[in-house]
């Protein structure tokens, strides 16, 4: 399992790589949008949008 610190995800050069949320888009239930998900010091990509903080509807992943 990889384990990504808030702090780095949160870098803009990172966040430049995600792809671009498209209007169809709705935020992410699981993760409330953050796309973070797990505790305080261990924190983990959303499984269920994979990091993104929005799923497609419909989409099943
Ligand atoms: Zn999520």
Same mark, same amino acid.
């Given at each position: 399992?990889?384990?990504?610190?808030?702090?780095?995800?949160?870098?803009?050069?990172?966040?430049?790589? +995600?792809?671009?949320? &498209?209007?169809?888009?709705?935020? =992410?239930?699981? *993760?409330? /949008?953050?796309? +973070?998900?797990?505790? &305080?010091?261990?924190?983990?990509? =959303?499984?269920? *949008?994979? /990091?993104?903080?929005?799923?497609?509807?419909?989409?099943?992943?």
């Amino acid at each position: 399992m990889i384990a990504i610190g808030a702090n780095g995800f949160d870098c803009p050069s990172l966040r430049s790589l +995600l792809p671009k949320r &498209p209007p169809t888009a709705v935020t =992410c239930t699981f *993760c409330q /949008g953050t796309a +973070l998900v797990g505790i &305080p010091d261990q924190w983990f990509v =959303c499984p269920l *949008c994979d /990091g993104l903080g929005w799923r497609i509807p419909g989409v099943a992943y």
